[in-house]
């Protein structure tokens, strides 16, 4: 059966307009004016009058079924995936935990297929994680491509930090193969001392794990990794994260001496929530690293998005009850696990707190929430677009509709949201995956197992 969306403000990155769109089998078949349908028996008709039709969100960035030290994130893939369909989110490529030391790239890739097939209610993919550097997994970084994983992660802190050779190797690599490395950045040795300061002296409240990862420690990272993409001959890196001004200027300095290659993304709290969260009582729920920067940062970031400098905003989704795994730091913040819920949150935020508030477009929302992430990550042009051989996914929003953002309106499986409270203007009324409604008035229609692996393209093939 077909199915036509009619009467809405079709949005791409480029530009608005009026019209109607038509998918059959899955797939987006026209888009133009006055599109009716043979018969009334044919197809089923979407009247988006008044709302606009935008691309379903792709998240490059989520943890789900994360294992992290002795704590599990709450959400696995099917808890997960509802939470993002809920949110307007169709697509996600989700970075994957460290294996046991020594382990190959493909172990991690076998056990997340195990996670997340059958499970999973919409589409996603995998990036690979680097967690040691040798001649076998430089190699096997070829394999990982084939078997349609074109990106790789590489940590400069935690247990599995990767040193600067390594990370040349890597970025050479990867460059050869026409993939992306992505980067969490901060130096690892500045963070260590710090926290360990910090707890030395007595200093275990949630405010010190901001003051224990400050601006400059992820900045130095960053300006690092940009030199050794640079010395890589301007190998693709993405920046994960990134959440503050200080590395934001790094970004701009570069590009403006001619780096050519570089991707950032930041992350939907970096945009609204400030360190003084961690003065609250319940300030653990917002430990994540990097953690919640200045007002200051927020504003940077907003206009970094909007010149173009930014060219993705995620979430980092990675849930632990607060109830529950977050009360582990309750008396040290270096004991409590690091994430946040977000998931669901991504993409009414950014259009009750980014359009809705002039700061950035309706364009600009899609181009950073949609088809950018799919460009650089090999999705695109099945996901991220609405065009005539796009998957049929998208999302209907009523920009009328004001409500209060509250935990009970969430599908995670997470027992709080980090939003709690925040007034939205504008609703998801309707979602669809390859023409199927999934989620209607906020309730979940799909079913489990019902998304597939994206079989992702190298970067080359998706500009």
Known sequence: ?????????????????????????????????????????????????????????????????????????????????????????????????????????????????????????????????????????????????????????????????????????????MKQLGGVTAFHCENHAVVQFLRGKLVSEGNTAPIYHAKSRPNLAEAEAVRRVLYLAKLAGDAPVYIVHLSCKESLEAVKEARAEGQKNIFVETCTQYLVLTEERYLDEDGLKYIMSPPLRTKED??????????GEIQAVATDHCPFNYGKEKQLGKDDF???????????????????????????????????????????????????????????????????????????????AVDYTAYEGMKIRGSIELVMQRGNIIVKDNHFLGKQGNGHFIFRKPLSLCE
Request: with cysteine; glycine share 10%; net charge negative.
């Open 1 to 173: 059966m077909k199915v036509f969306v009619k009467n809405g403000t079709i949005v791409s990155e480029t530009g608005q307009y009026q019209g109607d769109l038509c998918i059959e089998n899955g797939v987006i078949s026209q888009i133009g004016t006055h599109l009716e349908p043979a018969s009334e028996e044919e197809a089923q008709v979407i009247d988006a009058a008044g709302k606009y039709v935008l691309p379903g969100g792709v998240d490059v960035h989520t943890h789900m079924d994360l294992l992290a030290g002795s704590s599990r994130a709450v959400d696995d893939f099917y808890d997960g995936t509802v939470a993002a369909a809920c949110g307007g989110t169709t697509s996600i490529v989700d970075h994957m935990a460290f294996g046991p030391a020594g382990c190959p790239l493909h172990h991690q890739l076998n056990e997340y297929h195990g996670l997340a097939d059958h499970k999973a209610v919409i589409d996603y993919g995998f990036h690979g994680t680097c967690q040691h550097v040798n001649e076998e997994i430089l190699n096997e970084l070829e394999d990982m491509m084939k078997d349609g994983v074109p990106s790789v992660k590489v940590y400069l802190t935690y247990d599995f930090k990767i040193d600067d050779d390594g990370v040349l190797q890597v970025l050479k690599k």
């Open 298 to 307: 927020c504003e940077a970031l907003w206009k970094g998005i909007a010149e």
């Open 334 to 412: 270096t004991k409590c696990p690091n994430g946040a819920p977000g998931v669901e949150e991504r993409m009414i935020l950014l259009f009750s707190e980014g359009v809705m508030t002039g700061k950035i477009s309706l364009e600009k929302l899609v181009e950073i929430a949609c088809t950018q992430p799919s460009r650089i990550y090999g999705l695109y042009p099945k996901k991220g677009c609405l065009q005539p051989g796009a998957d049929g996914d998208l999302l209907i929003l009523d920009p009328s509709k004001e409500w209060v953002l509250t935990h009970s309106h969430m599908h995670s």
